[in-house]
């Protein structure tokens, strides 16, 4: 960055700063990676400098062809890797996405259906403080008390009662595997639309370890940033029959020139995914979370729903003298990173929570095995035991 030391060495110190951040400390973050090389240098290139209003073809600025090639790579690497119908690659983030589904398929003031934040679901999946919360009526469904795991027959019931015209399933915390086929039954009981939000396991279902919903959802929206371990950003995918509809809503309904950037880096991003080094990546982030799982159990630490079937898993501190934020801040003190998180109906503020959530991710791309899960869990223990004392 020798260009940047030199004109704002203020902001280089900064992001020198971040870099050893970073490296030095041990992120377990379940929504933070760490991004390809290939996918940092398609960020910083020239397309960072091109405005490209509308969609390959039909765009309102001229000199658009480079654009156009590589946002058509992105699309068809998209489908090609999840086997979807139609692709849009547009949206700058996971919540656009989903604002874009509500504003192609909805009206203000229909009623949607999503998990429960506190269950592990999404500001925008009907949070009160979320768009999702103040445009629609929201009604949230939860895990079950006692297994802390989804019952579909219980969510069949609430789907009947309300009849939402749009039912989401997907999750941000949540552990489990998801049924997006028993989810597309529901939905086509009470003629609601499904859209299955996979932010937290595109990469799972990319490497084939984590079922595939494109076959059940209308419409499906995902990050690439976390599990695909690309650019900040989200995409769409959806059946045909929604196409026209879904383009309108991102562009022009909620967005301008799109950051074609980041597009060509979700391209790099698709195709990095569909090789077998990322499948092995995926495997190992599998493993490292089911070790830590395994080694807090030992420790006498409670997981909600027992387990994990993915990069993440959420620790319960309810029965612990310290609470989630606590134990963050006593984390981040000794440079290990974890995000304080809900556990199902918890009695603490969102801002305090009674849990943690972890997640393998970032540490996978640093090469960690199961030893090093395991030694991490130990590490964790060792300095919440420490500030008791």
Known sequence: MSTLNTYDPFIALIIAQEDSRQKEGITLIASENRAHPAVLEALSSSLINKYAEGYPGKRYYAGCEYADAAELLALERCKALFKGEHANVQPHAGSSANAAVYAALLNPGDTIMGMSMASGGHLTHGSAVSFSGKFFNAISYDVDPETEVLNYNTIAELA?????????????????????????????????????????????????????????????????????????????LCKNEFKERIDRAVFPGLQGGPFMHSIAAKAVTFKLASEEE????????????QTMVTTFKDLGYRIVSDGTDTHLF??????????????????????IYVSRSLIPFDKEKPWITSGIRIGTLATTAQEYKEQQAESTAVLIDTILKKSLS
């Open 278 to 289: 990322f499948v092995a990546y995926q495997k190992q982030a599998l493993s490292n979370a």
């Open 314 to 335: 959420i620790i319960d501190l309810s029965n612990k003298k310290f609470n989630g934020r606590q134990a963050e801040l006593l984390l981040e003190q000794e440079h």
């Open 160 to 236: 009947e009662k309300h009849r939402p015209k749009l039912i989401i399933a997907g999750a941000s915390s949540y552990s489990r595997i998801i049924d997006a086929q028993k989810f597309a039954e529901i939905a086509q009981s009470v003629d609601a639309y499904l859209l299955v939000d996979c932010a937290h396991t595109a990469g799972l279902i990319a490497a084939g370890l984590y079922p595939n919903p494109v076959l059940y959802a209308d419409v499906l929206t995902a990050t690439t940033h976390k599990t695909l371990r690309g650019p900040r950003g989200g995409f769409i």
